[in-house]
């Protein structure tokens, strides 16, 4: 056996949301960690990159979320604290949507009822405004008569390339290395250590969090294989005509129009200086290749954003998209996250590619997975993110 370029006590594989947080979590913990990224993040070619990504605390995927939603935000403001770096906007978030109906995708069905519970489980201060008052308090938003709005002041946006920076800055000052476009190859446990190789030569650690996002599945094979999709998504920047005052001072918003897991779109405020609005919709049946991902986006795309989602709920806006770029989501069958140890290797710890809606609680899944590896267990029941729920669908 060759001997290893580098060894440390944890390797953590991807440094994109989950990654960052969690090389940064074990460098203040004092453990001798290396992170390792095929690209040199904060970047463009994965799942966190850009100026914004939603946070709200009361969790409509499911109240097993909201402890992690809340401590992230602890996360942020310690890490302003510590950087001085502006990262978390509390501007409000408005979910719209029906009492009666929602998705019929398992993430989104009762959408905003579920969200309504979980606030009020957790006391998340919050508001329900029927169509009416949600068009007299943000005249941008035109929902129907049946339609209603769950506001959260508490709600907003994350900046998700300053988090990462920020995190990785933190975490090579702690005394944690990083090795920037560096490709791994393949992740095998040897007895007591995981060794892994790349393009660069093997490292060999005493235990691996791999937070690999839409590269999971290719470096961990069966059964993620089965378990992990990435999927291509469009975000679509649309001009501001009008209400330009209102998108300026606008909440994040998300918005349940139908009973398809596709009939669900969301957006942000105009940032200072865009004159647009970000917004974008969702979708899962098409699988991609991460390496391959097709980055180009025409001008049908965004008109089809347009027609299916924006036009007739929100005002003011050019239907012709001033930009768009691509992102990755890594869907699970049930779009819920995976934090759990591999089941043939217990040395590797596998942390979720979070189905499109993790970065809001990307800050406390580094410190879970940080404190799963150094103490055996986290502070944060994570039993809903086990591996063991999907025997029953013959996936393990």
Known sequence: MSKPL???????????????????????????????D???????RGSTHGETRITRQAIGE??????????????WRELEAETGRHLLTQNGCLIIGTEQTGSEGVI????????????????????????????????QFAPQEQESGYFEPSGGYLNPEGCVAAQLERAEALGAALRRGTTVLSVRQEGDAVR???????????????????WAAGLLNAPFDKLFAPSRQVMHWFP????????????????????NPNDFFYGFPSL???????????????????DNVERNIGPTESREMYDQHVAGRLEGLIPSAVKAVTCLYTITPDSNFV????????????????????????????EVAAQIVTDGQSRIDLSAFSLARFQSLGLL
């Open 6 to 36: 580098a060894s440390c006590d944890v390797a953590v594989i991807g440094l994109g949301a989950m990654g960052s947080a969690a090389i940064y979590q074990l460098a203040k913990r004092g453990v001798k960690a290396i992170g390792i």
């Open 196 to 214: 892994i190789k790349t393009d660069q030569g093997d490292i060999l650690a005493g235990e691996a969090i791999l937070s690999a996002g839409a």
């Open 272 to 290: 200072p200086g865009s004159g647009a609005i970000k917004t974008a919709g969702e979708q899962y049946e098409d699988r991609t290749d991460p």
């Open 108 to 139: 989104r069905a009762g959408f905003l009822n579920r969200t309504r519970r979980a606030a009020e489980h957790y006391r998340i201060p919050h508001e329900i405004l029927n169509a009416a008052e949600i068009r007299r308090r943000f005249p």
């Open 339 to 366: 934090i759990d140890r591999h089941p043939d290797a217990n040395r590797i710890l596998v942390v979720s590619p979070c189905s499109g809606h993790g970065f809001k609680h990307s800050a406390a899944i580094g």
């Open 240 to 259: 501001v005509a009008a209400n330009a005052s209102q998108w300026e001072e606008s909440p994040v918003f998300i918005w349940s129009h139908g009973p």
């Open 38 to 44: 095929r690209h040199s993040p904060p970047h463009d």
């Open 62 to 75: 499911g109240e097993a979320y909201v402890p992690l939603a809340l401590r992230s935000n602890e996360i």
